[in-house]
Nanobody
């Protein structure tokens, strides 16, 4: 099972970005999916996560300018952030709590991370 993310890169302050992530592999079910980020020297921070039923939760620093959605057709999750700020610069990690095919056990899975740089 792999999480493959796309998007990110260099964005100007005040702009927007879209990150997409899809799960590949043999999966029984996916519970929550979402995005976390890490700034060098700081701890992992919740950006947004969403349940399989569409219940979303956002980090305080991005609330009001961020939308997370699920795409069940591709086992994916998308993130749109608006009004980007230099402090949004971080490596963004896709996350999924899922159960691979086999004995039913759910566990956290992570993508490799994609760098987002917001220039002022």
């Amino acid at each position: 099972v792999q999480l493959q993310a796309s998007g990110g890169g260099l964005v100007q302050a005040g702009g927007s970005l879209r990150l997409s992530c899809s799960v590949s592999g043999r999966i029984d079910s996916i519970n929550d999916m979402g995005w976390y980020r890490r700034v060098p020297g700081k701890s992992l921070e919740l950006v947004a996560r969403i349940s399989s039923m569409g219940l979303a939760r956002y980090g305080d620093s991005v609330k009001g300018r961020t939308t997370v959605t699920r795409d069940h057709t591709r086992d994916g999750v998308d993130l749109v952030m608006n009004n980007l700020k230099p402090e949004d610069t971080a490596v963004y990690y896709c996350y999924a709590d899922l159960a691979p095919v086999g004995p039913y056990v759910t566990s956290d899975h992570w993508g490799h991370g994609t760098l987002v740089t917001v220039s002022s």
